[in-house]
């Protein structure tokens, strides 16, 4: 029995096929275009619902598409936004910081011509101790730029403390109002002399300690105190506070008082070193 051979049509006829149908459609609705009126309302009435509905589906979907390439654009918008604000507060913060520096350097302008007798150096505060305050700090500067052990330290409108370390490119200060730190000082409009004690605990209310003051000195708050002539290791008028709170000593031989610091002990950044130390009295050659 012989098998039955299978129709094999190629889809290229098939294409030919279908256009050719198509091209006699349209010349038959154009033939006969009054008589298939009825048709083409009978297959609108069908379609154009159809139509219409795609066209609101398709609507849609456009109107989405917008809307979430509309996000998109806003999100990327958005984030190129917050790159420019972190940028414009980096370089803010950067400028703040140029104008705090500045104000810093002339501060130290302001300090150096105040003692122009002076020879000094600028050094910069590069670490402190566990404190709030600078009771004991580390300069950039050392022996390698002619700083030596005894070299009085500035900052802000007066003194700040005295150099007790140096070493090669660094130095050690320890400041006035350390518990270890005595200053010989003296009223400068009286000249009566006084000793500044530190104290760290009073440095919380803003304040350290005067004591051994004449119980005749004429003196009132809001005197100057300056470094002493008979300092060992300051040298003299260097402006170290104001004095305040002033009473009687128990023994009524001498008075004590409290003093406010010139220097702003909580913030300090920028000092001068005077870089020439107190020479101590020289001692009379014994005669023969």
Known sequence: MKRRKKLHIKPKHILITGIVFCIILIGISFRYEEQLAPVRAAVGTVFTPMQKGINIVGSFISDKTDTFRNINDLLEENETLKEQINVLTYENKM???????????????????????????????ISKDTSNWYSVFTIDKGTKDGLMKDMNVLAGNGLVGIITEANYNYSVVRSIIDDKSYVS????????????????????????????????????????????HISPNFLQGILIGYVSDIELDSSNMTKSAYLTPAVDFEHLEEVLIITEIKEPPLKEAPTE
């Open 95 to 125: 400028l703040l910081q140029d104008k705090y520096e500045l104000d810093g350097l002339r501060d130290l302008y302001e300090l150096d011509k105040k003692y122009l007798d002076y020879p000094k150096v600028a050094a910069r505060v």
């Open 185 to 228: 000082a003296m009223f400068l409009k009286t000249s009566d002399t006084c000793m500044i004690q530190g104290d760290l605990k009073l440095m919380d209310s803003g304040k350290i300690r005067v004591q051994l003051i004449s119980k005749d000195a004429e003196i009132s708050d809001g005197y100057e105190i300056v470094t002493s």
